[in-house]
T-cell receptor, first 117, second 114 residues
Framework: GAGVSQSPRYKVAKRGQDVALRCDPISGHVSLFWYQQALGQGPEFLTYFQNEAQLDKSGLPSDRFFAERPEGSVSTLKIQRTQQEDSAVYLC???????????????FGEGSRLTVL | AQSVAQPEDQVNVAEGNPLTVKCTYSVSGNPYLFWYVQYPNRGLQFLLKYITGDNLVKGSYGFEAEFNKSQTSFHLKKPSALVSDSALYFCAVRVMDSNYQLIWGAGTKLIIKP
């Protein structure tokens, strides 16, 4: 597709359930980011991939959060044993370049809104 | 600590009037600054960036931003607002010693009234 695609757009999970959120970046984009956006807040960095390598996962809030990008294109963010505080919009962004903020812009998907009951 | 502040939760402007959305930052060294816009049910879109050079940066949709080092500000401006400019605007700054990580402001809702 022409842009970054995320699915599902909306997910309601019961507390304790595992969820998987998918991101299809723009074809050929090297860099891929996951952000968490709480209501009324700006995006908070979760993790960064350069091709298939996860170079930074310092923003993942706990070991219940796991991300992968095995072939350097599609990425999945998995949250195990979801908690109410995990409720947020999860944003995926990609960029053509390594170290995108220095040179290019980020292209964002529409986000996946997770609600944990 | 590095931070970005958008002091206004909401800005209301009449169509045709100039608009300003404020952003201040705290970062050591030379900042890399960005503005993004989020329209309803759409992903964040890049508007403009300041890396170096002229303090006045021009971007998409007629927006511009002025980098002011002494005031540590990077306010977003447009000479004549359109109703279609109504959206959520985010300022971001690159984390020092990182070539990819950004710190984001909380966002400012811009409402343009006809």
């Amino acid at each position: 597709g022409a842009g970054v695609s995320q699915s599902p757009r909306y997910k309601v999970a019961k507390r304790g359930q595992d969820v998987a959120l998918r991101c299809d970046p723009i074809s050929g984009h090297v860099s891929l980011f996951w952000y968490q956006q709480a209501l009324g807040q700006g995006p908070e960095f979760l993790t960064y991939f350069q091709n298939e390598a996860q170079l930074d996962k310092s923003g993942l809030p706990s070991d219940r959060f796991f991300a992968e990008r095995p072939e350097g294109s599609v990425s999945t963010l998995k949250i195990q044993r979801t908690q109410q505080e995990d409720s947020a919009v999860y944003l995926c962004a990609s960029s053509l370049y390594r170290g995108s903020p220095n040179t290019g812009e980020l292209f964002f998907g529409e986000g996946s809104r997770l609600t944990v009951l | 600590a590095q931070s970005v502040a958008q002091p206004e939760d909401q800005v209301n402007v009449a169509e045709g009037n100039p608009l300003t959305v404020k952003c201040t930052y705290s970062v050591s060294g030379n900042p890399y600054l960005f503005w993004y816009v989020q329209y309803p049910n759409r992903g964040l879109q890049f508007l403009l960036k300041y890396i170096t050079g002229d303090n006045l940066v021009k971007g998409s949709y007629g927006f511009e931003a002025e980098f002011n080092k002494s005031q540590t500000s990077f306010h977003l401006k447009k000479p004549s607002a359109l109703v279609s400019d109504s959206a959520l605007y985010f300022c971001a700054v690159r984390v020092m010693d990182s070539n990819y990580q950004l710190i984001w402001g909380a966002g400012t809702k811009l409402i343009i009234k006809p």
